[in-house]
């Protein structure tokens, strides 16, 4: 099975740099997804990460590290419109690449 | 180009009542996912189709709960009876199998409210 963690909630302000976390504990592995979702609305693809290490699109990177379990969404630039919540999702390996969505982390941007 | 399209957008009916959703996938995509999403558990699996074939419907709550694909561009989600715990915004989602990463688009959910 899968097991996802990522912080329930953080408070960044604006035009600061945030780190969102997310752990996870999985049978197989065949890809990372971040989403963002701002209340109310649909969940928004961000980045996927399949390799080790930083993928970079404009303000929002992403970092993968497949034998830690680990990988963090980094938002810089922190503008108002930021504030959503970000979802970590896995996608297993093997029969069908079913995907596992994390809690998300509610991500609050103050001036 | 149309996203995932859903309907109704918003539905409140009343505890026992059938409920229909409604999902048109992204044209050319093969695959389609329902979610239930709530507070307390998040985004959550229902069932997931490929080339209109139910693959996984491990999530379905129970059988008070079915999921139909006619053809490639519809599917439903049915609720009979519903139930108030059933209150949740559902999502519809799809993607194209093979494609590099298998991105699933979502589309703008059904708030449900059941009395």
């Known amino acids: 099975g899968q097991n996802i963690d990522q912080p329930t909630e953080m408070t960044a302000t604006e035009g600061a740099i945030v780190q969102i976390n997310c752990t996870y504990q999985t049978s197989g592995f065949n890809g990372l997804f971040w989403y963002q979702q701002h209340a109310g609305e649909a969940p928004t693809f961000l980045s996927y990460?399949?390799?080790?290490g930083l993928e970079e699109k404009g303000r929002f990177s992403s970092f993968l590290s497949r034998s830690k379990g680990y990988s963090y969404l980094l938002l810089k630039e922190l503008q108002m419109k930021d504030s959503a919540s970000y979802l970590c999702?896995?996608?297993?390996?093997?029969?069908?690449?079913?995907?596992?969505f994390g809690i998300g982390t509610k991500l609050q941007v103050i001036p | 180009d149309a996203g995932v399209i859903q309907s109704p957008r918003h539905e409140v009916t009343e505890m026992g009542q059938e409920v229909t959703l409604r999902c048109k996938p992204i044209s050319g995509h093969n695959s389609l996912f329902w979610y239930r999403q709530t507070m307390m558990r998040g985004l959550e699996l229902l069932i997931y189709f490929n080339n209109n074939v139910p693959i996984d419907d491990s999530g379905m709550p129970e059988d008070r709960f079915s999921a139909k694909m006619p053809n490639a561009s519809f599917s439903t989600l049915k609720i009979q009876p519903s139930e108030p715990r059933d209150s949740a915004v559902y999502f519809c989602?799809?993607?194209?199998?093979?494609?590099?990463?298998?991105?699933?688009?979502f589309g703008p959910g059904t708030r449900l409210l059941v009395l």
């Open positions: 999702a896995v996608k297993n390996a093997g029969g069908y690449q079913k995907v596992t």
């Open positions: 990460n399949v390799l080790d």
């Open positions: 989602a799809s993607s194209l199998e093979r494609e590099y990463s298998e991105t699933q688009y």
